[in-house]
């Protein structure tokens, strides 16, 4: 039996033209075209990588201010092996923190609180660099430790190999001076055959002018 209501009918015709596949296919009107996104750290392996908060020291207003919450990392280059630290801030992804791990570099438990820790640096996180006093706080005592620890071994193996770069280039110059010397050496040694030559000509001039100039002189008459 058909709906004798017209509403209920157009409804259902409006159904089934919905329902309907027409098989018909759209194009978009732009191209989106996939771009490699580059993070700056393709070259270096994360030797670290925790949750924190961070904040830094603002002297002018002489408090803590928050630089962002995120993932701080430990990032060695494969090729340098320099070893930096770099956070992101979990939702943006702007750079809160930027800076080598130096041999000088020491970080100390913050007083009172187990959970963080603070160290000065020389930070590039702004684009220019700035001496900055950090403090960085963790959800767990272990992963403060384990910071505090990393970043310490990092700091020494650093030492050493300034330590061992400051000795091949001692060494080198030594080579340097010694290669130097020995030819020093062999020009003075090359120089004295020559000077003796040299004084033996003049000495033989010398006797064939006065040879000659006896020969020139006339004989006294008697």
């Known amino acids: 039996m058909a709906s004798s209501d017209p509403e209920r009918r157009e409804d259902e015709d409006a159904a089934a033209a919905e329902d309907e596949d027409t098989g018909a296919q759209v194009a978009p009107i732009v191209k989106l075209e996939e771009v490699a996104v580059t993070t700056g750290e393709e070259d270096e392996d994360a030797i670290l990588d925790l949750k924190a908060k961070l904040y830094r020291f603002d002297k002018e207003g002489n408090q803590w201010k928050e630089r962002g919450a995120g993932n701080v990392k430990l990032l060695k280059h494969k090729e340098s092996g320099k070893v930096r630290l770099v956070m992101r801030q979990s939702k943006t992804l702007k750079i809160c923190a930027n800076h080598l791990v130096?041999?000088?570099?020491?970080?100390?438990?913050?007083?009172g609180n187990d959970k963080s820790c603070v160290w000065h640096a020389t930070d590039?996180?702004?684009?220019?660099?700035?001496?900055?006093?950090?403090c960085i706080r963790f959800a767990s005592?272990?992963?403060?430790?384990?910071?505090?620890?990393m970043v310490q071994e990092v700091a020494e193996s650093q030492q050493k190999k300034e330590e061992n770069k400051d000795a091949s280039a001692a060494a080198g110059l030594l080579e340097k001076l010694s290669v130097e010397e020995k030819e020093t050496e062999d020009k003075v040694g090359e120089e004295k055959p020559v000077a003796a030559k040299e004084e033996?000509?003049?000495?033989?001039?010398?006797?064939?002018?006065?040879a000659e100039k006896k020969v020139e002189e006339p004989s006294s008459s008697t």
Do not use: W, Y
């Open 102 to 111: 130096l041999p000088t570099m020491s970080v100390q438990e913050h007083a």
């Open 124 to 134: 590039f996180a702004d684009g220019e660099l700035k001496d900055e006093l950090f």
């Open 141 to 149: 005592v272990e992963n403060c430790k384990s910071f505090m620890e």
């Open 200 to 210: 033996k000509e003049t000495e033989s001039e010398q006797g064939k002018t006065d």
